[in-house]
Nanobody
């Protein structure tokens, strides 16, 4: 069992930056693939970024070059650094753990409660 708790969301102007954190508790954090998803009002949950066991990262095309995912195994924490934010990045951002590399929300086993990110124009 893994519990995930996100933090770091907030309101920022377009062009600004935020860093989200996801603290994990439970067993074997380093054995999971850690992911960030987001869900805007009226839209489906979508993949944002993921980081694998060996630190390899992968991104949605819409955020590549602007967002960076990283993790600290010693702190059991995964981060999402978001730069050059746009109004269309506004969403609830969720941290999720999976046992495989995936971009599918249905393949993630554990989820956090989400943190709101709002970007004003």
């Amino acid at each position: 069992q893994v519990q995930l708790l996100e933090s770091g969301g907030g309101l920022v102007q377009a062009g600004g930056s935020l860093r989200l954190s996801c603290a994990a508790s439970g067993r074997s954090f380093s054995t999971y693939v850690m992911n960030w998803f987001r869900q805007a009002p009226g839209k489906e949950r979508e993949f944002v970024a993921g980081i694998s066991w060996d630190g390899g990262s992968y991104y949605a095309a819409s955020v590549k070059g602007r967002f960076t995912i990283s993790k600290d195994n010693a702190k059991s924490t995964v981060y999402l650094q978001m730069n050059s934010l746009k109004p269309e990045d506004t969403a609830v951002y969720y941290c999720a753990a999976s046992t495989i590399i995936t971009r599918e929300a249905s393949m993630c086993r554990y989820w956090g409660q989400g943190t709101q990110v709002s970007v004003s124009s």
